[in-house]
Protein backbone atom coordinates (compact mmCIF):
# COMPACT_ATOMS: atom_id res chain seq x y z
CA UNK A 1 0.00 0.00 0.00
CA UNK A 2 0.97 3.29 -0.73
CA UNK A 3 0.92 6.02 2.04
CA UNK A 4 1.35 9.75 1.19
CA UNK A 5 2.26 12.16 4.09
CA UNK A 6 3.48 15.23 2.22
CA UNK A 7 1.64 16.19 -1.07
CA UNK A 8 4.56 18.51 -2.12
CA UNK A 9 8.25 17.84 -2.31
CA UNK A 10 9.83 21.23 -3.98
CA UNK A 11 11.76 18.66 -6.33
CA UNK A 12 9.56 19.14 -8.97
CA UNK A 13 10.20 23.16 -8.59
CA UNK A 14 13.18 22.89 -11.62
CA UNK A 15 10.66 21.23 -14.32
CA UNK A 16 11.80 17.82 -13.86
CA UNK A 17 10.13 14.72 -11.77
CA UNK A 18 11.29 11.41 -10.19
CA UNK A 19 11.04 8.67 -11.84
CA UNK A 20 11.02 5.18 -9.81
CA UNK A 21 14.68 3.87 -10.00
CA UNK A 22 15.43 7.40 -8.49
CA UNK A 23 16.53 8.83 -11.92
CA UNK A 24 14.65 12.25 -13.04
CA UNK A 25 13.41 13.69 -15.92
CA UNK A 26 12.29 16.96 -17.80
CA UNK A 27 8.61 16.98 -16.90
CA UNK A 28 8.20 16.92 -20.96
CA UNK A 29 10.05 14.15 -21.84
CA UNK A 30 8.23 11.67 -24.03
CA UNK A 31 7.94 9.34 -20.58
CA UNK A 32 6.53 11.88 -18.79
CA UNK A 33 3.60 12.82 -22.04
CA UNK A 34 2.92 8.90 -22.18
CA UNK A 35 2.29 9.05 -18.07
CA UNK A 36 0.42 12.58 -17.87
CA UNK A 37 -1.93 11.14 -21.03
CA UNK A 38 -2.80 7.50 -19.57
CA UNK A 39 -3.22 10.11 -16.12
CA UNK A 40 -5.88 12.05 -18.31
CA UNK A 41 -7.17 8.79 -19.53
CA UNK A 42 -7.96 7.34 -16.14
CA UNK A 43 -9.30 10.90 -14.94
CA UNK A 44 -11.62 10.60 -17.89
CA UNK A 45 -12.78 6.89 -16.48
CA UNK A 46 -13.95 8.55 -13.86
CA UNK A 47 -15.64 10.97 -15.06
CA UNK A 48 -17.77 8.00 -16.55
CA UNK A 49 -17.99 5.86 -14.13
CA UNK A 50 -20.06 8.18 -12.16
CA UNK A 51 -22.63 7.84 -14.71
CA UNK A 52 -22.50 3.88 -14.73
CA UNK A 53 -23.88 1.51 -12.05
CA UNK A 54 -23.31 -2.21 -11.50
CA UNK A 55 -20.71 -4.40 -13.60
CA UNK A 56 -20.24 -1.39 -16.27
CA UNK A 57 -19.03 0.69 -13.17
CA UNK A 58 -17.06 -2.26 -11.87
CA UNK A 59 -15.11 -2.47 -14.88
CA UNK A 60 -13.99 0.90 -15.13
CA UNK A 61 -12.85 1.11 -11.38
CA UNK A 62 -10.94 -2.25 -12.69
CA UNK A 63 -9.25 -0.39 -15.51
CA UNK A 64 -8.64 2.47 -13.35
CA UNK A 65 -6.68 0.15 -10.95
CA UNK A 66 -4.82 -0.86 -14.14
CA UNK A 67 -3.87 2.60 -15.68
CA UNK A 68 -2.48 3.44 -12.60
CA UNK A 69 -0.50 -0.24 -12.74
CA UNK A 70 0.64 1.21 -16.34
CA UNK A 71 1.41 4.50 -14.85
CA UNK A 72 3.85 2.77 -12.38
CA UNK A 73 5.15 0.58 -15.10
CA UNK A 74 5.80 3.53 -17.46
CA UNK A 75 7.43 5.66 -14.55
CA UNK A 76 10.23 2.75 -14.30
CA UNK A 77 12.44 2.76 -16.85
CA UNK A 78 14.47 -0.11 -17.87
CA UNK A 79 14.34 -2.84 -20.33
CA UNK A 80 13.62 -5.53 -17.84
CA UNK A 81 9.73 -6.17 -17.99
CA UNK A 82 8.91 -9.12 -16.11
CA UNK A 83 6.85 -7.98 -12.69
CA UNK A 84 9.18 -8.20 -9.14
CA UNK A 85 8.14 -8.07 -5.63
CA UNK A 86 9.73 -4.24 -6.23
CA UNK A 87 8.07 -3.28 -9.65
CA UNK A 88 4.96 -2.90 -10.44
CA UNK A 89 4.76 -4.15 -14.72
CA UNK A 90 1.66 -4.49 -16.87
CA UNK A 91 1.08 -8.27 -17.82
CA UNK A 92 -0.77 -9.87 -20.67
CA UNK A 93 -3.38 -11.09 -18.77
CA UNK A 94 -4.68 -7.10 -18.23
CA UNK A 95 -5.07 -6.84 -22.32
CA UNK A 96 -6.87 -10.92 -21.90
CA UNK A 97 -9.24 -9.29 -19.68
CA UNK A 98 -10.21 -6.72 -22.25
CA UNK A 99 -10.41 -9.08 -25.03
CA UNK A 100 -12.66 -11.26 -23.10
CA UNK A 101 -14.39 -8.53 -22.02
CA UNK A 102 -14.79 -6.75 -25.60
CA UNK A 103 -16.19 -10.29 -26.67
CA UNK A 104 -18.57 -10.87 -23.88
CA UNK A 105 -20.50 -7.29 -24.42
CA UNK A 106 -20.35 -7.82 -28.51
CA UNK A 107 -22.25 -10.73 -28.11
CA UNK A 108 -25.62 -8.87 -28.16
CA UNK A 109 -24.97 -6.26 -30.19
CA UNK A 110 -25.65 -5.69 -33.91
CA UNK A 111 -23.18 -5.02 -36.40
CA UNK A 112 -22.37 -2.07 -37.69
CA UNK A 113 -22.95 -0.43 -40.60
CA UNK A 114 -21.70 2.91 -40.23
CA UNK A 115 -19.36 4.65 -38.38
CA UNK A 116 -21.36 6.01 -35.37
CA UNK A 117 -20.97 9.79 -34.01
CA UNK A 118 -19.24 10.07 -30.04
CA UNK A 119 -22.43 10.71 -28.12
CA UNK A 120 -25.80 8.97 -27.79
CA UNK A 121 -26.97 8.86 -24.07
CA UNK A 122 -24.99 10.88 -21.41
CA UNK A 123 -23.19 7.93 -20.08
CA UNK A 124 -21.98 6.53 -24.04
CA UNK A 125 -20.39 10.32 -24.54
CA UNK A 126 -18.66 10.08 -21.43
CA UNK A 127 -16.99 6.70 -22.68
CA UNK A 128 -16.43 8.38 -25.96
CA UNK A 129 -14.04 10.89 -24.20
CA UNK A 130 -12.40 8.44 -22.17
CA UNK A 131 -12.48 6.57 -25.85
CA UNK A 132 -10.61 9.52 -27.03
CA UNK A 133 -8.34 10.27 -24.54
CA UNK A 134 -7.11 6.32 -24.74
CA UNK A 135 -6.61 6.94 -28.14
CA UNK A 136 -3.77 9.69 -27.50
CA UNK A 137 -2.39 7.82 -24.25
CA UNK A 138 -1.89 4.97 -26.73
CA UNK A 139 -0.51 7.73 -29.31
CA UNK A 140 1.88 8.83 -26.25
CA UNK A 141 3.08 5.50 -25.47
CA UNK A 142 4.43 4.36 -29.20
CA UNK A 143 6.01 7.58 -30.04
CA UNK A 144 7.81 6.63 -26.60
CA UNK A 145 8.15 3.16 -27.84
CA UNK A 146 9.89 4.11 -30.68
CA UNK A 147 12.65 6.62 -28.83
CA UNK A 148 13.10 3.86 -25.78
CA UNK A 149 12.08 0.26 -24.35
CA UNK A 150 7.94 0.12 -23.74
CA UNK A 151 6.75 -2.57 -22.16
CA UNK A 152 4.87 -4.97 -24.70
CA UNK A 153 2.12 -5.81 -22.71
CA UNK A 154 1.49 -2.14 -21.55
CA UNK A 155 1.31 -1.67 -25.48
CA UNK A 156 -1.70 -4.08 -25.96
CA UNK A 157 -3.43 -2.80 -22.74
CA UNK A 158 -3.52 0.46 -24.16
CA UNK A 159 -4.65 -0.48 -27.81
CA UNK A 160 -7.15 -2.65 -26.09
CA UNK A 161 -8.63 -0.25 -24.04
CA UNK A 162 -10.18 2.28 -26.62
CA UNK A 163 -11.48 -1.14 -28.24
CA UNK A 164 -13.22 -2.34 -25.03
CA UNK A 165 -14.57 1.63 -24.57
CA UNK A 166 -16.21 2.20 -27.84
CA UNK A 167 -17.93 -1.82 -27.26
CA UNK A 168 -19.02 -0.53 -24.29
CA UNK A 169 -20.38 3.01 -25.48
CA UNK A 170 -22.45 0.96 -27.91
CA UNK A 171 -23.62 -1.61 -25.11
CA UNK A 172 -24.91 1.52 -22.96
CA UNK A 173 -26.53 3.19 -25.74
CA UNK A 174 -29.04 0.96 -25.64
CA UNK A 175 -26.95 -2.28 -27.01
CA UNK A 176 -26.57 0.10 -30.31
CA UNK A 177 -30.26 1.11 -30.92
CA UNK A 178 -29.44 4.80 -29.40
CA UNK A 179 -26.07 5.08 -31.59
CA UNK A 180 -26.16 8.33 -33.67
CA UNK A 181 -24.80 6.87 -37.12
CA UNK A 182 -22.51 9.04 -39.05
CA UNK A 183 -24.04 9.71 -42.74
CA UNK A 184 -21.57 10.82 -45.06
CA UNK A 185 -21.94 14.19 -46.62
CA UNK A 186 -25.10 14.71 -45.06
CA UNK A 187 -24.60 18.38 -45.13
CA UNK A 188 -23.42 19.17 -48.32
Given at each position: MVKLNKIYTRTGDDGTTGLVDGSRLPKHALRMEAVGAVDEANSALGLAAVVLAGEHADDIYRLQNDMFDLGADLATP????????????????????????????????????????????????????????????????????????????ALAFINRLSDFLFVLCRVVNDNGAADVKWVPGANR
Open positions: GEDFEPSEMVLRMIPAQAEWLEARIDAMNEGLEPLTSFVLPGGNEAAARLHVARACARRAERRLTALADAEPVNPA
